[in-house]
Nanobody
Framework: VQLQASGGGLVQPGGSLRLSCAAS????????IGWFRQAPGKEREWVSR????????YYANSVKGRFTISRDVGENTVYLQMNSLKPEDTAVYYCARRKSGYYQHYDQAGYDYWGQGTLVTVSS
């Protein structure tokens, strides 16, 4: 099982970025994927999640209306489209595979494999 996050970079406030999370060793139909982020000096926090079979989506209040999570089952890749970016969105973004069991979608214990992270910097 591997997760490869990419797409980070430097963007001005108000700009957009699209992150990708390429999965291998399993299929997105069987497992959900979550995005988390960790800002400098802060704890890692949950951002969004897409469920497995029906691709239901969930968002943290801080990104709702600005970020959109989606997936391409054929490419086995999950995307996080980030619009109207703010300096407080600056963080390393991680994707993670959700494991079986009953966990709150923001509970990091509910995720078993993690990507390496991609840095997003929002600054003028």
């Amino acid at each position: 099982v591997q997760l490869q996050a990419s797409g980070g970079g430097l963007v001005q406030p108000g700009g957009s970025l699209r992150l990708s999370c390429a999965a291998s060793g399993f299929t997105l139909v069987d497992y959900g994927i979550g995005w988390f982020r960790q800002a400098p000096g802060k704890e890692r926090e949950w951002v969004s999640r897409v469920s497995s079979s029906v691709a239901r989506t969930y968002y943290a209040n801080s990104v709702k209306g600005r970020f959109t999570i989606s997936r391409d089952v054929g490419e086995n890749t999950v995307y996080l489209q980030m619009n109207s970016l703010k300096p407080e969105d600056t963080a390393v973004y991680y994707c993670a595979r959700r494991k079986s069991g009953y966990y709150q979608h923001y509970d990091q214990a509910g995720y078993d494999y993690w990507g390496q992270g991609t840095l997003v910097t929002v600054s003028s």
